[in-house]
């Protein structure tokens, strides 16, 4: 529907999809390093956000000859219309910094 280059921060992200005059059902939100962070963000400002199983999301997306974050971007959009995709549990904060690593 809409592509843009957007920071990967949470307040960038909610401006961003704040500005949709389309309803959102959900938002996908590929499992890894700033995952958690912007999940959480995503999360408290009250967007329907998933987090997803990295394999998951690779597995349908081996056939593409050159990866891209666009390309990666419009497979998981795919992904999220289509409902193929399998959310994993995103602890919160509070419980991320209480645990040793």
């Known amino acids: ?3 843009a280059k957007v920071a990967s921060e949470p307040e960038a992200l909610i401006a961003w999809f ?3 005059e389309v309803p959102l059902a959900r938002i996908g939100v590929e499992a890894g390093p700033l995952s958690q962070w912007l ?4 999360q408290a400002s009250g967007l329907a956000v998933e987090l997803l199983e990295t394999r998951h999301v690779r597995d349908p997306f081996k056939e593409m000859s050159v990866e ?3 390309k990666d971007t419009r497979g998981i959009a ?3 219309r289509l409902g193929w ?7 919160s904060l509070r419980h991320r910094k209480s645990a040793p690593c």
């Open 1 to 3: 529907m809409r592509e």
């Open 18 to 20: 704040a500005a949709f």
């Open 39 to 42: 999940f959480a963000g995503l």
């Open 68 to 70: 891209t974050d666009r």
């Open 78 to 80: 795919q992904l999220m």
């Open 85 to 91: 995709f399998r959310p994993v549990h995103c602890k």
